[in-house]
T-cell receptor, first 114, second 114 residues
Framework: DTGVSQNPRHKITKRGQNVTFRCDPISEHNRLYWYRQTLGQGPEFLTY????????KSRLLSDRFSAERPKGSFSTLEIQRTEQGDSAMYLC????????????FGQGTRLTVV | KQEVTQIPAALSVPEGENLVLNCSFTDSAIYNLQWFRQDPGKGLTSLLLIQSSQREQTSGRLNASLDKSSGRSTLYIAASQPGDSATYLCAVPSGGGATNKLIFGTGTLLAVQP
């Protein structure tokens, strides 16, 4: 297992377009998280899944954002009608279910909205 | 509400120096604390995970300590090298609930001069 994988690594899109990112977690990890990171800040929680169930969403996740994890494997994060303020690094992480376990992050998808 | 603070925000040291990075958190009811490294434009690499029952964790030249009662953790880097230059982030699981979503500090940007 090569760890958490995210695609694409970079995405440049025009304002108003829709974009979709993919995350493949570590295979035995049943929890998957999405975070957003802007320049000079730490990552901020967006949403998380336990298996295929989306159990929590941050207030940062506006109705233009949607995330799925079909069959409890990979996850997608879609942003509709992108805005310049959506420009950020989108990070995916996975972990085991237990509360005291380590989280492993992917390399992130850098989104630039022009 | 859990808040995580890291000081200093930036640090520049000559190669070979030992250094300490600081992390403080407001809610001491944590399961663990995790230190990460982030290279520019990259994702997060997990360095050390300290469980709430532990006081220290070591990996190579890195040593992390945890004092829950005072809400503090330190990351000690021995004999720093230019390759250690990166942003170092600490994170704790948000207090309570069944999720271990992480709350991050804003990081310490470390530059090790050759």
């Amino acid at each position: 297992d090569t760890g958490v994988s995210q695609n694409p690594r970079h995405k440049i899109t025009k304002r108003g377009q829709n974009v979709t990112f993919r995350c493949d977690p570590i295979s035995e990890h049943n929890r998957l998280y999405w975070y957003r990171q802007t320049l000079g800040q730490g990552p901020e929680f967006l949403t998380y899944f336990q298996n295929e169930a989306q159990l929590e969403k941050s207030r940062l996740l506006s109705d233009r954002f949607s995330a799925e994890r079909p069959k409890g494997s990979f996850s997608t994060l879609e942003i509709q009608r992108t805005e310049q303020g959506d420009s950020a690094m989108y990070l995916c992480a996975s972990s085991l279910r237990e509360l005291d376990t380590e989280a492993f992050f992917g390399q992130g998808t850098r989104l630039t909205v022009v | 509400k859990q808040e995580v603070t890291q000081i200093p925000a930036a640090l520049s040291v000559p190669e070979g120096e030992n250094l300490v990075l600081n992390c403080s958190f407001t809610d001491s009811a944590i399961y663990n604390l995790q230190w990460f490294r982030q290279d520019p434009g990259k994702g997060l690499t997990s360095l050390l995970l300290i469980q709430s029952s532990q006081r220290e964790q070591t990996s190579g030249r890195l040593n992390a300590s945890l004092d829950k009662s005072s809400g503090r953790s330190t990351l000690y880097i021995a004999a720093s090298q230019p390759g250690d230059s990166a942003t170092y982030l600490c994170a704790v699981p948000s207090g309570g609930g069944a999720t271990n979503k992480l709350i991050f500090g804003t990081g310490t940007l470390l530059a090790v001069q050759p």
